[in-house]
């Protein structure tokens, strides 16, 4: 026997006792995997847009559906629709298990026709190369920093004296509200995002920036990951940390915030915090000093880290020192028998003083760590900041202009029942699972065995919480009884002189408390639940397979390792069965698509490109870091720097029907944002009400009309000449963007156009004064006599601040359908327009009424706005509706209408969006695009001359010839369709002085009914030209625009 028989006839023996015993030791990191790579791999898939498939199979499936559909009605037109539909979907599953459909008789693969709309769909969210867009909208403010970073070594745009600004940020204001800071990097994300393409380039010169920041989210969120199972290992054991970690990386509130595309500051929030109090309770559970120590300095770092990422960093610091400060007062009372005379014990001594030794360290550290990130001022700012938290939404409590942050969508306070419904997954069974989890994460080490009744009772007591969870309204009547049962255990443990470990429950139970409260100044606070729920609901899963494991070890006398794993499978079925977690991660992630698409990058790539490059760009503030990122060019606004007056006068300059004062507004805020309010304001003695309205009266004056006035109202010529300086310059290049998700903001730009800040100064100076003081603020300051004064308190009192002070005009959904029938033009949502009276209705369910205003283009094809004071519909707040009439300047025989409130019928944005700007001086249209689902992109180039005028319909003209004017219409091949009977034929003849060259033909003439019938002609008049059908009589003009025959 040879040594290689010997090798194969030599077993393969396996240890199975070395193999558990090295899983016991290391297997922790093998669950840590499994949450890592969900997180990792759910947050990537937004690269490959999925939804494309999706949306493109749904697309073709329809078109298959609706061509059978017209080839059943055409052979069954008389079938029943319920028995057409039967044979539709048998015929459509025919095709599909077909999978070719026929066209022009070509057979063609149904796959090949998804997958052909799915690349067109795909590519148009991303760019030339493949490259998926960044997803939103913040997203381009960090994309923009760090490429300045990588071209300039620092964020801005602009360095002087070791100061930077930022250039591209609120347009027209003067240089030192534009700094940034004395850092060249004020942000991690920026410093992150900028370094990381650094290192990647160098291996793949094709990466691009755009494409580095993608990813970073994705890897970031990793680093929440990891700390949350290393916390939930400490409180319960493994099977608490794997909880704990695959919720964090898959609860779709925090994923949403961190997924691959959304290059955002909100990873940083839940991954620093937990970093910072893993590495904090892990030193309060060392031994050695020097491990202390450093676990300290790490946690310290991580709040140095969080600093530099975020402004709110500090909540995690005041978390954890209350949970510490709990445990002292709880070691105290639990010892307070034998504190005196056992001071000098050692061990009481570390239960006493270690905690709070490790708390001093972390502080102490912590502080040193913000001051090197950020400054000293910054760390000892936390308590002016968390108080400013708290007053984030409130509107004029300091100033007469508005608070723009009441109607940003994040920040839209969340109540105590959508809440917990939407960190639970809206399942009551996970959330009696977490509310449990407290309460097991406090006697998770101290209390024995005999002693688990409390968490039985405990958890019956959650159940009926749970049942009463839609009755509560307060954040703290809720946290209240959440810590009920938390307080009896802690209570009981006193009472039976047995110490528990409750940092670990103080911390879980404040941290909900807080995340709870933050949801209510805004929905995207509800993210800082995330921890919490994970914590909680991983105590929960680790005690409930501790006790199983007895249950199955002990009572049952299974096996150990058996019982290991039929505790573990079974406390996972229990946390799995209400929601799929991953599943429902992975929807979410493989259906998201960028906001922004190929048509906004050609229209920003075309300002950038055609511009001057101190151009700037003008439009409501949402989409203000697209402009400055992709246009390269300044802005007024964005979202980051939209709570400031500049939001009124965008507003203003899109709701009023005065294109003078629409275009002054552009020139001010071009030429010196709001300093002309601001000199206004300190030379009229800090009168803001007399500032804005003397400001009002010269915005749309020529500049040697407005200085006359300033120097009426008191100024000298020099102050004047300073106020002018920031109002009426010679302005730099200006492009105005209208949109169409601009109808659907209308209720928010046009209520900050109407702003009336008097309301506001009456508002700031009377809430929450007694009703005496105030009236009498009313009578003596603003003029009113008792009955206004006390109804206006009343008011203040009693109604939302932000409806007295302004109303919230807005479009009444989108544009519908209209038919035209001679002089009538009757549409979809009941108005009746007559072309030749120019008289409006509307038909409601009460009866025909009356719209205060309506706006068309009239005879004269001038936009023209008709009022009406009586019989008026009204909304239910009270508001008079208005509508216009929207003409087809290709076809005046098809007609659009849309409601809307009546302040925006002549509105600038209205004339901009709907009529294309016609009739309008100092607006040249720049650019119009359409995405694929048909929504409108336009710029405009402000014309600061006002040298021409729009003309989108044609003006009318007096035919010097209507014979001639009819032989034109011959001879385009125009046919009018008519009946001797009919009067509006004859009347339609007469229009064209009953010329012998109108090409006519009698269809009540037996000769020529057949060709009548042949034309489909069922109603008289009805003319056909270029192919198309037009019915009722036709003014000249529209005859004129449809065959281009010239009226002179």
């Known amino acids: 026997m040879n040594e290689k028989d010997t090798l194969k006839e030599t077993p393969i023996i396996f240890d199975f006792k070395r193999a558990q015993k090295f899983f016991l030791k290391w297997g922790f990191l093998l669950l840590l995997l499994i949450p890592i790579f969900l997180s990792a791999y759910i947050r990537i898939q937004t690269w490959d847009l999925h939804a494309a498939e999706r949306w493109a199979a749904n697309g073709v499936n329809n078109m298959l559906r609706n061509n059978i559909r017209a080839q059943v009605d055409a052979l069954y037109p008389n079938l029943p629709d319920q028995n057409k539909q039967a044979i539709v979907e048998e015929r459509f599953q025919e095709a599909v298990k077909k999978g070719t459909v026929n066209i022009q008789g070509q057979e063609i693969s149904l796959q090949q026709i998804i997958d052909d709309n799915a690349k067109v769909l795909r590519e148009h969210f991303q760019d030339p190369d493949g490259r998926t867009y960044l997803l939103g909208l913040d997203e381009y403010f960090w994309q923009r920093l760090a490429s300045n970073v990588v071209k300039n070594g620092f964020e801005g745009t602009i360095e002087k004296d070791g100061r930077y600004y930022d250039g591209l940020i609120l347009a027209g204001a003067p240089l030192e509200e534009k700094f940034i800071g004395t850092k060249k990097v004020t942000n991690l994300h920026t410093w992150i995002a900028a370094h990381s393409f650094k290192i990647v380039n160098k291996f793949d010169p094709k990466v691009n920036l755009m494409e580095v920041n993608f990813f970073i989210p994705a890897f970031a969120a990793i680093l929440a990951v990891i700390p949350a199972f290393f916390i939930g290992r400490r409180i319960a054991g493994d099977i608490s940390g794997l909880v704990a970690g695959t919720i964090v990386a898959v609860h779709q509130s925090f994923l949403s915030r961190s997924i691959a595309g959304s290059p955002d500051t909100d990873v940083y929030v839940i991954a620093f915090s937990l970093m910072a109090a893993w590495l904090f309770l892990e030193a309060c559970e060392a031994k050695k000093w020097h491990v202390k120590i450093l676990l300290n300095a790490g946690a310290a770092l991580s709040i140095g880290l969080f600093a530099y990422a975020w402004t709110g960093w500090f909540f995690i610091i005041e978390i954890l020192a209350a949970a510490i400060g709990l445990q002292f007062i709880y070691y105290l009372i639990l010892n307070r028998k034998t504190l005196l005379t056992h001071i000098k014990d050692v061990g009481l001594q570390s239960k006493l003083y270690s905690d709070a030794y490790n708390l001093f360290a972390f502080v102490s550290l912590s502080a040193a760590a913000v001051s090197v990130f950020i400054s000293f001022e910054g760390f000892m700012r936390f308590i002016s900041d968390t108080i400013g938290f708290t007053k984030l939404k409130e509107v004029a409590s300091a100033t007469v202009w508005p608070n723009v942050l009441t109607t940003v969508a994040e920040l839209n306070p969340s109540d105590v029942t959508s809440t917990i419904s939407q960190i639970s997954y809206g399942s009551p069974l996970l959330l009696w699972l977490a509310f449990t989890g407290i309460a097991a994460i406090t006697m998770a080490k101290g209390l024995r065995w005999k002693e ?48 528990l470990d409750i940092k670990y429950a103080a911390f879980v139970l404040i941290w909900f408390i807080v995340g709870l409260y933050a949801a209510t100044k805004g929905v995207r606070f509800v993210m800082l639940l995330v921890p919490a729920f994970a914590l909680a609901l991983g105590g929960a899963m680790g005690i409930v397979y501790s006790l199983l494991v007895r249950l199955f070890h002990k009572e049952l006398s299974l096996n150990k390792s058996v019982s290991v794993i039929a505790a573990a499978g079974f406390a996972l079925i229990i946390l799995i069965f209400p929601v799929n977690f991953a599943q429902n991660a992975y929807a979410i992630t493989t259906n998201q698509v960028p906001i922004i698409n190929d048509v906004w ?272 519909l009204e909304s239910t707040q009270r508001r008079a509706f208005g509508a216009i009439l929207i003409e087809n300047p290709a076809n005046p025989q098809q007609y659009s209408t849309i409601l809307m409130d009546a302040d925006l019928v002549p509105s600038i944005f209205t004339r901009l969006f709907f009529f294309d700007g016609h009739g309008l001086h100092h607006f040249k249209k720049f650019y119009h695009g359409r995405d694929l689902t048909g929504a409108n992109i336009i710029v405009w180039k402000i014309d600061w001359e006002g040298s021409n005028v729009r003309e989108v319909y044609m003006k009318p003209a007096t035919p010097s010839s209507e014979y001639s004017f009819a032989e034109c219409l011959a001879d385009s091949g125009a046919i009018m369709y008519g009946a001797s009977w009919c009067s509006h034929c004859q009347n339609q003849k007469r229009m064209l002085n009953n010329s012998r060259y109108i090409p006519y033909v009698e269809c009540d003439d037996e000769a020529l009914k057949q060709v009548c019938e042949a034309a489909n002609v069922t109603a008289y008049p009805t003319w056909i030209i270029n192919g198309s059908q037009y019915l009722g009589e036709q003014s000249l003009e529209s005859l004129s625009i449809l065959t281009g025959c010239p009226l002179e």
């Not at 019956?460 to 009920?484: D, H, K, M, P, Q």
Request: charged share 20%; glycine share 8%; with cysteine.
């Open 452 to 499: 688990y009744w409390l968490l039985l009772a405990a958890a019956t007591y959650y159940a009926v919480l749970v049942g009463i969870r839609n009755s509560f309204e307060s954040v703290f009547a809720l946290s209240f009884f959440v810590a009920i049962p938390v307080i009896v255990i802690i209570a009981f443990s006193i009472y039976k002189s047995e110490a």
């Open 601 to 872: 990058f050609e229209a920003l790539e075309k300002i950038k490109a055609e511009s001057e490059p101190d151009a700037i760009i003008n439009s409501w503030w949402d989409f203000g870091h697209w402009f400055a990122a992709i246009g390269d060019r300044a802005v007024t606004l964005d979202g980051g720097r939209q709570n400031r007056p500049q939001a009124h006068w965008l507003g203003k300059l899109m709701l009023t029907g005065s294109e003078d004062e629409s275009v002054g507004i552009l020139r001010m805020l071009d030429c010196g944002a709001t300093s002309a309010f601001d000199k206004l304001y300190g030379y009229m003695d800090n009168d803001s009400l007399k500032a804005i309205g003397l400001l009002y009266d010269i915005i749309p004056m020529e500049r040697d009309d407005a200085k006359a006035a300033l120097i009426r109202a008191g100024l000298t010529s020099v102050q004047a000449e300073d106020i002018l300086s920031s109002s009426h310059c010679e302005p730099p290049e200006n492009y105005f963007i209208t949109s169409e998700d601009m109808i659907g903001k209308s209720g928010v730009w046009a209520h900050f156009g109407a702003w009336n800040l008097t309301r506001a100064s009456m508002y700031m100076d009377v809430t929450k004064k007694p009703k005496e003081q105030a009236i009498a603020i009313l009578k003596n300051k603003y003029g009113l006599n008792d009955t206004l004064a006390a109804t206006y308190f009343n008011e203040i009192s009693t109604q939302d601040a932000n409806t007295w002070v302004s109303p919230w005009p807005s479009y009444a959904g989108g544009l519908e359908g209209c038919q035209v029938s001679g002089s009538i033009v009757q549409c979809a949502n009941g108005i009746v327009f007559n072309r030749d009276t120019e008289d409006v209705y509307i038909k409601t369910q009460i009866g025909d009424r009356r719209l205060k205003q309506v706006g068309f283009i009239d005879k004269n094809r001038e936009f023209k706005v008709k009022s009406y004071d009586k019989d008026l």
